[in-house]
């Protein structure tokens, strides 16, 4: 299977989505994904696949997109290409499983939570980002469910969520109709003043001078534009789902805290227990140096002890890495998101050595986002250093439970 380019960039007019007919090649790849059994060079499609991504963010730029409409698609067209590849035989396994479209541009390993996070922002302000709009809902209409798949009535949620998506796209696209005021040609007038006396060559040079500064100052932009586009979907809220039956007690599913009771006393983690799973809070300082992405001992001592508290139950974890809001003082990482998915990797890593089959590990960088207390204080900011490993238990391992009482 291979991807398709267009021959050459389409120049609609009107109201024509040019997000939209620039994500095409890609879009068209998640159904060839989801309808190929088998493939026989995955590496390859991998490949193909980073290239026209690239080639879809030339022909936004050429169109004179926003950059931060082209990040806000990229993502979510990544997200949809790493779920159709997750439900084949051929992308749980080999070079596609650890090295997905979103681990490659955007240093995480899954959307589930973050596209849902995106829309509920961008659905604000649907006249500004109605091309990001459509964008998401054919991602939606192509089979992307995110945080939903599997989940208790998650296709229901999932058709509610594309059923009200396309009322708001197709309400704003009616208010665009309204006509448009006819443009107004306007003729310079023409100086009477005399030439001033300015030889050519300094022009040239001011003009260039100029013309360096800009460069210098849009590529400083565009270098960090990217992290506080994440920091803002990090914050957003999520929709509101309704929760899946859970056993009558969190106990029945998984007592953590008794298995980890004597390092919880020592003050080493937490434990809470939530909707959706149950999570070990653990501070960061007690696994990397400072500014380290290396796992030290004690870390390893400690992770060893929460991977064998959790290899009972089957299903997905979730490593999610937050820092404090001081700027990450190390020349390998542009921002502190990838600093803190550096270290999530890292724990990934371990974890997978340390668990059983049954257990599927995920990472993501969060950055300075949704810090516990406000970073006013070195107090605060060590509470707000902290690694989360959250345990999704699997629908088999909840019917068990469920049936064992």
Known sequence: MTVESPAREATPSG?????????????????????????????GLRQSLIDEIRQFEQRCKQAGLPFEMIIGARYCICSALDEAAAQTPWGTRGVWSGNGMLVTFHN???????FFQLLSRISQSPQQHLWLLEVVQYCLLLGFEGRYRGSENGRAQCDGIRKRLKTLIDETRAQRQTPQPPLVEVHPLVST??????????????????????????????????????????????????????????QALLDLRQRLNDVIAAGQLEVSDGAFGSKVIIPADKLFAEQGTVINPVGRALLARVSNAMKDVKGTILVSVFTDDHPVDNSRFASSYEFSFARARAITQLLQVQLNDGHTVRSEGRGDSDPLLPNDSSENRTRNRRVEITLFAAPETLSNHQGAQ
């Open 15 to 43: 109201n024509e989505n040019l997000l939209l007919q620039a994500a095409a090649p890609l879009l068209n790849a998640v159904v060839q994904i989801r309808q190929a059994a088998t493939h026989d060079d995955p590496a």
């Open 193 to 250: 003043l005399a030439r001033p006396m300015v030889p050519l060559w300094a022009c040239a040079m001011l003009v260039a001078l100029i013309g360096c500064l800009i460069y210098s100052g849009l590529n400083w932009r565009l270098g960090n534009a990217a992290e506080p586009l994440l920091r803002t979907i990090y914050q957003t809220p999520l929709p509101q789902i309704t929760a899946g039956r859970r056993p009558s007690s969190p």
């Open 108 to 114: 995480e390993s899954w959307g589930g939570e973050k």
